[in-house]
């Protein structure tokens, strides 16, 4: 089955659907990808904070898929801000993942506190134009650090990869990504820090449609214009979350499924806004 694409603001695509890899460990993870793949994922997530790359790398050849055929994104570190740091770090991902590029290279975490991530930017910009990295983006940026990156190089960020589902929206800050031109992509789209997918709302829509809680959820982002990446180790979960575009979701449906957003909780709030390590 193949799935829609979204277009970049590079002129690129990115499979709306990919399979998330935290907290999968180098041993656990190469089963999960190949399965991922015989289910028709044909995108991935993972970072190098993850520690699992070089297991991405064997889970993607043990697949047999040609490399062409995947989209692989992968981050930079917050240990790794710096021009030095971001491209030995983004080198060393590559030397894991047995590849010479990826297709997305992400600011893991904007950490002003280090007060670094223009340079970062800079330097996968300077990535990019070396092929290291078809795409290049940020995650967990507030517009405040968009705009920053934007006004110093003129490269706007292809992705901005936040925390992002019914419970935890972030409505203010998707808007300020889309109003730059920025796609985003869902990250803990079921909101397993919350009870999500055990909430009634969710269930009745589920049970009147004929599909699981998470299908609902997932079928939520797909028609907020968002990627989705949720990580299952399981393969009927893995199954279950990639079919999700066979149906769609009624507009009442929908406004019940955003009537549950409870603002951002404080953690990330204070992540965001970079008042703690
Ligand atoms: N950029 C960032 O700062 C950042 C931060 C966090 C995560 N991420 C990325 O985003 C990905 C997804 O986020 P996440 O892993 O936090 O959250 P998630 O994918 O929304 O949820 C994962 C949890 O839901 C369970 N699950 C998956 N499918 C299910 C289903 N159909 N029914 C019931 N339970 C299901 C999983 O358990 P099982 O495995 O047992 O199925 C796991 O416990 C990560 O893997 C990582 O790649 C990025």
Partial sequence: MSTPQITLNDGRSIPQIGTGTWPLTETEVPSVVAT?????????????????????????????????????????????????????ALEESLRRLGDDHVDLALIHWPMPQVGKYVETW??????????????????????????????????????????????????????????????????????????????????????????????????????????VIPKSASAERLRQNFEIFGFTLEADDNAALDGLDRGTPAFYSAQLAGDQN
């Fill in 36 to 88: 991922a793949i015989e289910v028709g994922y044909r995108h991935i997530d993972t970072a190098a904070a993850y520690g699992n790359e070089r297991g991405v790398g064997v889970g993607i050849r043990r697949s047999g898929l040609s490399r062409d055929a995947l989209f692989v994104t992968t981050k930079i570190g917050n240990d790794h801000h710096g021009r030095k740091q971001t491209r030995q």
């Fill in 122 to 227: 800079e330097t996968l910009i300077d990535l990019q134009q070396e092929g290291k990295a078809g795409s290049i983006g940020v995650s967990n940026f507030r517009p405040e650090h968009l705009d920053r990156i934007i006004r110093s190089t003129g490269v706007t960020p292809a992705v901005n990869q936040i925390e992002v589902n019914p419970v935890v929206a972030h409505r203010e800050l998707r808007k300020a990504t889309r109003a730059r031109g920025i796609a985003i992509e869902s990250w803990s789209p079921l909101g397993p820090s919350t009870n999500l997918l055990q909430d009634d709302t969710v269930g009745a829509i589920a049970t009147r449609l004929g599909k699981t809680p998470a299908q609902v959820i997932l079928r939520w982002h797909v028609e907020h214009g968002l990627i």
